[in-house]
């Protein structure tokens, strides 16, 4: 073989190779859609229906339900830890915190998926979750400096935010397009009831741990890989 000649191999793995990748961004585009619509409790043999491919097909791409939602919303958990990033650039602490509720409670209306997502947990899904911690910790010290001028009450808890996101998944998820805008008034109650002088004494938070595990157990399931399928 001449130097810089082509395999024979290689111009059938190309073909192979690029459609592929157009089967993985077809899941991916009908998987960001079923999940929006329907929340991440959707199938994985219904985003195969959708994206006219075989369950096989899918889970040759993404072996777990886990991995499959980590590729659909990277880029939703990059705009959410940016969301942080906006509120701890505002000058005003308390106006930055109660921005970034409104902006991460109208990203889980925008999607039922994501709706869920902040809800919950995905282990093995590492980028995700440096993402998610990355923004945990930006809002930790935003909460710090909202309580230090005094707007927020000294009892707010960074585990409350979790509670709200589900609060607002769980208005989302159950108005869906009766009441779209249902969650803006549940967002504005959240805020004035955050707000100090506080009002009355709160009940304990949760311990963080406990409240991890319910996030791991709302988490979707893996499925097991179907039987070889010989379609895509």
């Not at 991995?67 to 659909?72: F, I, M, P, R, S």
Request: charged fraction near 25%; hydrophobic fraction near 45%.
């Amino acid at each position: 073989m001449t130097p810089g000649a082509q395999h024979p191999d290689d111009t059938a793995a190309q073909p192979l190779r690029r459609d592929a990748e157009r089967n993985r961004e077809r899941v991916i585009a009908t998987a960001r859609r079923v999940f929006a619509r329907d929340g991440l409790n959707a199938s994985m043999a219904s985003v195969a229906r959708e994206a006219g491919v075989g369950i096989a097909t899918i889970f040759r791409r993404f072996p777990t339900k886990e991995e499959l939602v980590a590729a659909v919303f990277a880029d939703r958990m990059d705009a959410y830890a940016d969301a942080v990033a906006v509120a701890l650039d505002d000058p005003d602490p308390w106006h930055g915190f109660i921005g970034y509720i409104e902006t991460a409670c109208a990203m889980q209306a925008a999607d039922q998926g994501f709706a869920d997502v902040l809800t919950m947990t995905f282990p093995t899904a590492k980028a995700m979750e440096e993402r998610r911690n990355e923004a945990y910790e930006g809002m930790v010290r935003l909460i710090n400096r909202a309580k230090a001028t005094g707007r927020l009450r000294e009892d707010f808890d960074p585990s409350d935010l979790v509670l709200i996101h589900m609060a607002n998944a769980g208005v989302v998820n159950a108005c869906g397009d009766s009441a779209p805008d249902a969650w803006r008034r549940v967002v504005a109650l959240f805020i004035q009831s955050v707000e100090a002088p506080a009002r009355g004494l709160l009940p304990p938070s949760p311990e963080h741990g406990d409240l991890y595990r319910a996030m791991l157990r709302a988490g979707p399931a893996g499925l097991d890989a179907p039987a070889p399928d010989k379609s895509n």
